[in-house]
């Protein structure tokens, strides 16, 4: 048994199908992330015609060979799914030609390293717009070990995957308990304005103590800031403590996102003094229910629908101040909260099985390569 070396380029083949016959639809778009996934389009559609766009069929690939600005990483990923998907005609599609010598999903196994990533954007070209062309990927030196070794590693991985997607569904059935629990409530419970419910806070970093800086991203979670800092005056920085909340108007009506966050740590951090910071004015409301509500996507609809009125499309404090919240009785926030902290819980752990199975793919081709030699 040995390896055997090839370009990929002798393994590939380019596809380009496009959807003239509109048979798929706007069900269909796809977007690609750096996360090796096809993930929902945050492309404005409306008006366009898909009649142009690439389809992606089960078993083929497709990537993004602009990588300027992708955190070091290409946009790649792979249709395993039993549906076709469409994609945008700037990208490339391709699938395996010989399947004889290497298997798709031994591919994307291949694909799915921090090492590709890094051959990747080393390779791209460009001045404005560094790219990793087609020709650069076929151009790829690639050793394989016989089919059988590689569909032993694929198994391996195959089946990581197959556990974590399990998971993953039992993670949408607490969702929709929780979504249920939320529906009942918008029909039996008083609404209150926010600003009967939260006050707005202003302790600053006066001794500057915290030195790292958080924003707060899409997901309505607390980040690292991605604000060059460097001779920036922290002091003035504003704290936010424990079960208080951070919110930012800015770009509401851009990420249709309202940009909102709860500090559930024990320690203290500090945001931007352009955000505005609150704590809950009646103990009887439980913080994290406040969050679930504005978790919901139906609040973030609402948010962006807020924030057409703004010349830059951000949620005034003003018009936060009048969105309204459903109350339920103490204990019947106490019941969803839980179920809620249950779904953040394994929701968190459901993206740490997803980095495992990705940092698991260079091991598992190391692997592969050692026992084909």
Same mark, same amino acid.
């Given at each position: 048994?040995?390896?055997?070396?090839?370009?990929?380029?002798?393994?590939?083949?380019?596809?380009?199908?496009?959807?003239?016959?509109?048979?798929?639809?706007?069900?269909?778009?796809?977007?690609?992330?750096?996360?090796?996934?096809?993930?929902?389009?945050?492309?404005?559609?409306?008006?366009?015609?898909?009649?142009?766009?690439?389809?992606?069929?089960?078993?083929?690939?497709?990537?993004?060979?602009?990588?300027?600005?992708?955190?070091?990483?290409?946009?790649?990923?792979?249709?395993?799914?039993?549906?076709?998907?469409?994609?945008?005609?700037?990208?490339?599609?391709?699938?395996?030609?010989?399947?004889?010598?290497?298997?798709?999903?031994?591919?994307?196994?291949?694909?799915?390293?921090?090492?590709?990533?890094?051959?990747?954007?080393?390779?791209?070209?460009?001045?404005?717009?560094?790219?990793?062309?087609?020709?650069?990927?076929?151009?790829?030196?690639? #050793?394989?070990?016989?089919?059988?070794?590689?569909?032993?590693?694929?198994?391996?991985?195959?089946?990581?995957?197959?556990?974590?997607?399990?998971?993953?569904?039992?993670?949408?059935?607490?969702?929709?308990?929780?979504?249920?629990?939320?529906?009942?409530?918008?029909?039996?419970?008083?609404?209150?304005?926010?600003?009967?419910?939260?006050?707005?806070?202003?302790?600053?970093?006066?001794?500057?103590? +915290?030195?790292?800086?958080?924003?707060?991203?899409?997901?309505?979670?607390?980040?690292?800031?991605?604000?060059?800092?460097?001779?920036?005056?922290?002091?003035?920085?504003?704290?936010?403590?424990?079960?208080?909340?951070?919110?930012?108007?800015?770009?509401?009506?851009?990420?249709?996102?309202?940009?909102?966050?709860?500090?559930?740590?024990? #320690?203290?951090? +500090?945001?931007?003094?352009?955000?505005?910071?609150?704590?809950?004015?009646?103990?009887? +409301?439980?913080?994290?229910?406040?969050?679930?509500?504005?978790?919901?996507?139906?609040?973030?609809?609402?948010?962006?629908?807020?924030?057409?009125?703004?010349?830059?499309?951000?949620?005034?404090?003003?018009?936060?101040?009048?969105?309204?919240?459903?109350?339920?009785?103490?204990?019947?926030?106490?019941?969803?909260?839980? +179920?809620?902290?249950?779904?953040?819980?394994?929701?968190?752990?459901? #993206?740490?099985?997803?980095?495992?199975?990705?940092?698991?793919?260079?091991?598992?081709?190391?692997?592969?390569?050692?026992?084909?030699?």
């Amino acid at each position: 048994m040995a390896l055997t070396k090839y370009k990929l380029g002798d393994l590939i083949e380019p596809r380009d199908v496009r959807n003239f016959d509109n048979l798929l639809t706007l069900d269909n778009l796809k977007g690609i992330s750096t996360n090796k996934e096809f993930i929902e389009t945050k492309a404005d559609m409306d008006g366009v015609n898909l009649s142009s766009y690439k389809v992606v069929n089960e078993g083929e690939f497709a990537y993004v060979a602009d990588t300027s600005r992708r955190g070091e990483k290409i946009a790649l990923a792979f249709n395993k799914s039993s549906q076709a998907y469409l994609i945008s005609s700037i990208y490339t599609v391709f699938r395996v030609s010989r399947k004889e010598l290497i298997l798709p999903d031994y591919l994307f196994m291949y694909f799915n390293r921090p090492e590709f990533d890094r051959y990747a954007r080393f390779n791209s070209w460009g001045s404005a717009r560094e790219t990793f062309s087609w020709e650069d990927m076929c151009d790829i030196d690639i #050793e394989l070990p016989d089919l059988p070794t590689q569909q032993k590693y694929v198994d391996i991985y195959n089946a990581m995957v197959t556990n974590q997607q399990i998971y993953e569904r039992g993670l949408e059935d607490l969702k929709l308990v929780c979504d249920g629990y939320i529906d009942k409530i918008k029909h039996t419970s008083p609404y209150k304005p926010i600003r009967m419910l939260l006050k707005e806070v202003d302790i600053r970093n006066t001794n500057g103590e +915290i030195t790292f800086v958080h924003g707060i991203n899409i997901t309505k979670q607390f980040m690292p800031s991605v604000a060059d800092t460097d001779n920036v005056d922290l002091t003035k920085y504003k704290k936010v403590k424990k079960n208080q909340f951070a919110f930012s108007g800015m770009q509401t009506g851009r990420d249709e996102c309202i940009r909102i966050a709860l500090n559930r740590s024990n #320690e203290d951090i +500090i945001v931007s003094p352009a955000y505005t910071v609150f704590e809950v004015l009646d103990t009887t +409301i439980l913080e994290e229910y406040i969050m679930l509500w504005f978790s919901r996507k139906q609040s973030d609809r609402r948010g962006w629908f807020m924030s057409d009125s703004s010349i830059r499309s951000n949620l005034d404090l003003d018009r936060l101040y009048e969105t309204q919240i459903p109350i339920p009785a103490p204990q019947i926030q106490q019941a969803i909260v839980n +179920i809620y902290k249950v779904y953040i819980e394994r929701k968190e752990i459901n #993206e740490k099985l997803k980095a495992q199975i990705k940092d698991i793919c260079p091991i598992l081709i190391k692997g592969s390569l050692e026992e084909g030699k």
